[in-house]
C-alpha cells in the first residue's frame, strides 16, 4: 500500500493487472519497510552496498565499450590500407583482410555488455513499447531466465573450446597464420561480461517492479 501511495505521488500512473499483481507478491515477500537486512545491516546499507556493485558492473561494462571501440577506427584505416595496396600498387597484403576479421569479431564479442547498459540491442518491440513502464519491467525480469541460460551455456561451452584452443596454441592455417586462442578467449569473457550486466538490469527490473521506482 505504501509503495502504490509513494508511486503515485511521484506523478506515475500504477498500471493494472498481471504486473501489479506479481509486484505485490514479490513486495509481500521482500519488504523494504522497517527490520533489518541479511547480515544484521541496516536496510539503507543494504540499498547502498547493492547500488554501488550495480555501478561497478554498470562501469566495468562502460569501459570495456570504450576499449572495443578503438578497434573500428583501427578496422577502417586496414581496409583503407589495404585497398590502396591492392588497386594503385598492385600489391595486397596477406594479412589485412584477415586482420579486419578478427578485430570486428573482437569488437562483436566484447561490446555486448556496453551495448546492453545502453539497450541498445535490437529487439521487436512493437508491443513493448506500448506496455506500461512496470509491465515492460516484469517483461525483462521474465525473458532475463531465458538470457541467463543461454548466457550460462555460452560461457561454459565458450571456456572448453577456448582451453583447448590455448592447450594447443591454435592458428588459423592461413598465409598469414595468426593465433585463434585470443579469439577463442573472448567469447566466454563476452558472454560473461554480457551476464553481468544483464543481472545488474535484472535487479533494477525488480526492484523497480517492487518499489515502483529505481
Known sequence: MGSQESFKQ?????PEGLAE??????AS????GGGRSPGGLPPLSWR?????????????????????SAINPI???????????????????????EATVY?????????????????????????????????????????????????GALIWIGSVYA????????????PWNPPVYPLKIAIPLGAALLLLQSIANFVRDLTFLVRGHS
Request: glycine share 6%; proline share 3%; aromatic share 16%.
Open 10 to 14: 511521484e506523478g506515475h500512473r500504477v
Open 21 to 26: 499483481g506479481i509486484g505485490a507478491i514479490i
Open 29 to 32: 515477500l521482500f519488504p523494504t
Open 48 to 68: 547502498w552496498a547493492m547500488a554501488r556493485v550495480l555501478s561497478v558492473i554498470d562501469a566495468i561494462s562502460i569501459w570495456s565499450g570504450n576499449l572495443v
Open 75 to 97: 578496422v577502417v584505416a586496414l581496409v583503407v590500407y589495404e585497398i590502396v595496396r591492392r588497386f594503385v600498387f598492385n600489391a595486397p597484403t596477406i594479412w589485412a583482410n
Open 103 to 151: 578485430l570486428s569479431a573482437l569488437a562483436y564479442l566484447l561490446g555486448g555488455a556496453y551495448s546492453h547498459y545502453y539497450k541498445a540491442h535490437v529487439r521487436v518491440d512493437i508491443l513493448y513499447v506500448k506496455c506500461p513502464p512496470r509491465t515492460r519491467a516484469l517483461l525483462d525480469v521474465i525473458t532475463f531466465f531465458f538470457t541467463f541460460l543461454y548466457l
Open 163 to 174: 582451453w583447448e584452443s590455448i592447450k594447443v596454441l591454435e592458428k588459423t592455417g592461413s
